[in-house]
């Protein structure tokens, strides 16, 4: 039985269907979901250091990983509504920091969810692309079923 639904979120356009496909599932079977953004720090855009110091922000590594994290946190709130207007009642978020396929498996492990739910391509990179994306390493992972949405 699917009590439990973490879905990890990155802002693609795949990982907003997957939240669609996770709210209408959590939905029909009154299941709790858990968004999920998790913030790899070594993967700080070079277009928000930039944008640090044109506006004279603070643009240390620290300052820039914490301007990441509210900027996550304000999506995940935002994605937390479009999933209860989907029905779903019962919505946790949460903002992690740390490889990404691992801190979702380790997040997934640590609410014991029933099943994990990930878009095909997020916004990662090249290198990604080559040694295989975060959906499949998830997979690889997971030790509950993983629905990949495309």
Do not use: W
């Not at 978020?93 to 878009?119: C, F, L, N, Q, Y």
Request: glycine fraction near 8%; charge should be neutral; aromatic fraction near 2%.
């Amino acid at each position: 039985m699917i009590t439990k639904i973490l879905v990890a979120i990155d802002g693609s356009s795949h990982s907003r269907k997957a939240v669609e496909f996770a709210s209408q599932i959590a939905a029909a079977l009154k299941a709790k979901l858990l968004l999920l953004y998790v913030v790899k720090h070594e993967a700080i855009p070079d277009a928000m250091r930039q944008f640090a110091k044109a506006e004279h922000l603070p643009d240390s590594e620290g300052d820039l990983a914490e301007m990441l994290k509210r900027g996550a946190q304000m999506m995940l709130e935002n994605t937390a509504k479009e999933a209860r207007s989907a029905g779903v009642t019962d919505i946790d978020i949460e903002v992690k920091d740390g490889p990404i396929a691992r801190t979702i498996v380790a997040r997934s492990e640590h609410h014991d969810i029933d099943m994990i739910v990930v878009g095909s391509r997020g916004m990662g990179d090249i290198e990604g692309l080559l040694r295989g994306g975060v959906s499949h390493r998830v997979e690889l992972l997971a030790k509950c079923p993983v629905l990949v949405v495309k």
